[in-house]
């Protein structure tokens, strides 16, 4: 087995961890799991050149169809994997050097482009709303005076600088969110939520994440 070959499959199976992250809380995730396990076969077989190129090419190929097949379990999320495996089962220079050079470019360009997804992905969800200052104010509001929060209120709160007044529940209790321009100057803040506080029903508020509000 060619180094460049080894890369490539070692470079599959680092395509699995994305998809991993991202079905996590999966209900199938164990599927997830014994999916990116069969992409890890071919390194499994270092002295065995031909047994590599063919578990590459069995794993490859049957992962395409079984994207499809689990489309709806996202399945798909492994196709990256896939195609690193197929290009790795061609990328030998000592068979065809031009062929392993154009597998092994090919192979380098997606695994860049999974590598610059996957940042894109964490830092649009996760380290941007992290970074990013709240801008919206949750209040816990009573059962019984969800519904009339809503609305009643909504004039007042614009007055104050809110954006917009939606409700919303999370763990079985009412909440009112109420959203303000990120250049609210901070005691047209202090006073806005000094004023939904003052809400009937109302027995909490503080700043949500963005993470979970916008």
Do not use: N
């Not at 270092?46 to 063919?54: G, I, L, W």
Request: glycine share 6%; hydrophobic share 55%; charged share 15%.
């Amino acid at each position: 087995m060619h180094r460049w070959q080894r890369a490539l499959a070692a470079s599959a199976v680092l395509a699995t961890v994305p998809a991993l992250l991202w079905t996590m809380h999966s209900h199938v995730f164990a599927l997830h799991v014994l999916t990116a396990l069969s992409v890890a076969v071919p390194l499994f077989l270092p002295h065995r050149p031909v047994a590599f190129t063919r578990a590459c090419l069995i794993v490859g190929l049957a992962l395409l169809p079984w994207g499809v097949l689990g489309l709806f379990l996202a399945m798909f999320l492994f196709w990256p994997a896939a195609l690193l495996l197929l290009l790795a089962a061609f990328a030998d220079p000592r068979r065809s050097r031009w062929a392993a050079r154009i597998t092994a470019g090919a192979g380098a360009l997606l695994m860049a482009g999974v590598l610059a997804g996957t940042a894109a992905y964490c830092w649009h969800f996760y380290v941007h709303p992290a970074l990013a200052e709240p801008h919206t104010f949750r209040a816990v509001t009573h059962p019984d005076a969800y519904l009339d929060s809503l609305g009643v209120h909504e004039t007042r709160l614009q007055e104050l600088g809110a954006t917009g007044v939606t409700g919303t529940w999370t763990d079985e209790l009412p909440y009112l969110d109420v959203s303000f321009p990120e250049s609210l100057p901070e005691d047209r803040r202090t006073a806005l939520k000094e004023a939904i506080a003052k809400i009937p029903g109302v027995t909490r508020v503080e700043l949500c994440p963005v993470r979970e509000c916008g």
